[in-house]
T-cell receptor, first 114, second 113 residues
Framework: DQQVKQNSPSLSVQEGRISILNCDYT??????FLWYKKYPAEGPTFLIS???IKDKNEDGRFTVFLNKSAKHLSLHIVPSQPGDSAVYFC?????????????WGLGTSLAVNP | DTAVSQTPKYLVTQMGNDKSIKCEQN?????MYWYKQDSKKFLKIMFS???????INETVPNRFSPKSPDKAHLNLHINSLELGDSAVYFC????????????FGSGTRLTVV
């Protein structure tokens, strides 16, 4: 039962263009969403996040949009650079008793071509 | 001066053996985690420790036993290894168990033959 879904396993874009990575979720109790980036043979690194009370968060070339009614979020990278080529994981945070849990998507592999 | 370091990076072992993976963080974080990424690329939490206390224990076989001697270390011991244990294991840490702001180690690729 995948609560966080990234339906595109891979995406290829041209350098300088926009990359749009999508993520859908099913649990309306998620209250914080994060994007992580992962290079081969390395652990994921935090990229950008958004609280469920917002609909947009921007950090340099990276913008995350949240549509709560559609239970959908997206990560926009503009302009895309070859160094952005990596696997991008969407994750959602939820209260679990006294703790919090992160539920992860399967990732989307982005290739930015020079 | 790696923030979260895990050893070994690669581990190949036979079925039935017992092995340990070590993790150390120098970030001053008080919460540490073990994640498993299986062949289908699912990243799934296994355990979480806050100030040496177990706070999350997902449905993991009891052949897996985490040990946290102090806040900076969380080791994972696996008994009677099985083929299905082959995966990449990631250690992570955070300040507080807020569910975000993790720093991950670079992973340990375990192959059971």
């Amino acid at each position: 039962d995948q609560q966080v879904k990234q339906n595109s396993p891979s995406l290829s874009v041209q350098e300088g263009r926009i990359s749009i990575l999508n993520c859908d979720y099913t649990n309306s109790m998620f209250d914080y969403f994060l994007w992580y980036k992962k290079y081969p043979a390395e652990g994921p690194t935090f990229l950008i996040s958004i609280s469920s009370i917002k609909d947009k968060n921007e950090d340099g070339r990276f913008t995350v949009f949240l549509n709560k009614s559609a239970k959908h979020l997206s990560l926009h990278i503009v302009p895309s650079q070859p160094g952005d080529s990596a696997v991008y994981f969407c994750a959602a945070s939820i209260n679990a008793g006294n703790n919090r849990k992160l539920i992860w998507g399967l990732g989307t592999s982005l290739a930015v071509n020079p | 001066d790696t923030a979260v370091s895990q050893t070994p990076k690669y581990l190949v072992t036979q079925m039935g053996n017992d092995k340990s993976i070590k993790c150390e963080q120098n970030l001053g974080h008080d919460t540490m985690y073990w994640y498993k990424q299986d062949s289908k690329k699912f990243l799934k939490i296994m355990f979480s420790y806050n100030n040496k206390e177990l706070i999350i224990n997902e449905t993991v076989p009891n052949r897996f036993s985490p040990k946290s001697p102090d806040k900076a270390h969380l080791n994972l011991h696996i008994n009677s290894l099985e083929l299905g244990d082959s995966a990449v294991y990631f250690c992570a840490s955070s300040l507080g168990h807020r569910g975000y702001g993790y720093t991950f180690g670079s992973g340990t690729r375990l192959t059971v033959v």
